[in-house]
């Protein structure tokens, strides 16, 4: 047995020192635009389940840093960098409380965390090399971990400039029935290094969790059958889970975008024509 093997349990423990167990949690992660919020807005559906939304968000009003703030009123040196996983340890044990008190029935918290977002979770010293600390925490914690990735990069990136420049991110965001309309200049250079740079996360996260039996990886395009959420995917997810399938299937958010992508580009033919020379290493789709 190595010695990870052995120390992992010693961690385990001391790690689980508040009123939750790993059971208990299950992040899902995933970059922003690869449908970590429609997905969660399903799992919310269950009644023995409830979300807390993006934990590292500071908008989020039950964010980790909300829970900061109310924690610093109390200890000033809360906000140490060498408090930092004792004090997000605590907010989990939080987290499980005010599930228990809004849904006594509660068997599962489920944290969202973007990617993009992992490194504010931080320690005094950090490897330059080394994923965030929030990832081998979730291991050290035992918990369950649901990786969203989407296949289709070209259409992440592109949408998610779109949301940022527009302030729109999903469908509630707009009147019903109304569309996004909006067009963005993209600079073809940064698009195929932001692509790259996701396909090199996606693989090391997913080496990361290798031979982790708590952590599944699924795909925004197996998400959607019939305009429903897969019953093939929803099944799984319980299995993983450990719930039975209670689960609405219908989607909580309407699809924000037209399926060509390129409709919202204002240089499109500019974007084409680069990416039709650069072979990113995932499968996407040009048209």
Request: net charge positive; hydrophobic share 35%.
């Amino acid at each position: 047995m190595s010695a990870d093997a052995v120390a992992r349990p010693r961690r385990r423990r001391r790690l689980n020192s508040g009123s939750f167990q790993a059971e208990n949690l299950c992040f899902v992660i995933g970059r922003p635009r690869s449908g970590t919020t429609v997905f969660k807005t399903m799992l919310q559906t269950h009644p023995e389940i409830w979300s807390f939304g993006e934990v590292l968000n500071e908008s989020n009003p039950r964010s980790y840093y909300h829970y900061l703030k109310r924690l610093q009123t109390e200890d000033r040196d809360a906000i140490s960098p060498s408090r930092s996983i004792q004090n997000f340890m605590k907010y989990l044990a939080w987290c499980r409380e005010a599930a228990l008190k809004r849904q006594p029935a509660n068997r599962l918290v489920v944290l969202d965390v973007k990617y993009d977002q992992a490194h504010l979770l931080c320690e005094p010293w950090w490897s330059l090399t080394a994923l965030p600390k929030i990832f081998s925490l979730m291991r050290e914690i035992g918990c369950k971990v649901i990786d969203v990735h989407r296949t289709d990069l070209i259409r992440l990136v592109i949408s998610n400039k779109i949301a940022i420049q527009t302030k729109v991110y999903h469908s509630n965001k707009l009147e019903p029935g109304e569309g996004q309309d909006a067009k963005i200049r993209i600079d073809p250079d940064r698009l195929l290094r932001e692509i790259s740079a996701t396909a090199k996360a996606y693989e090391k996260v997913e080496r990361h969790f290798r031979g982790y039996s708590n952590y599944l990886q699924i795909s925004y395009e197996e998400m959607f059958a019939e305009g429903e959420f897969s019953p093939a995917l929803v099944g799984r997810v319980a299995s993983f889970l450990g719930v039975s399938d209670q689960f609405d299937r219908k989607p909580q958010l309407n699809k924000l975008l037209v399926d060509n992508i390129f409709a919202y580009v204002e240089n499109d033919a500019e974007v084409r024509e680069r990416l039709s020379r650069q072979h990113t290493g995932r499968e996407n789709r040009l048209d």
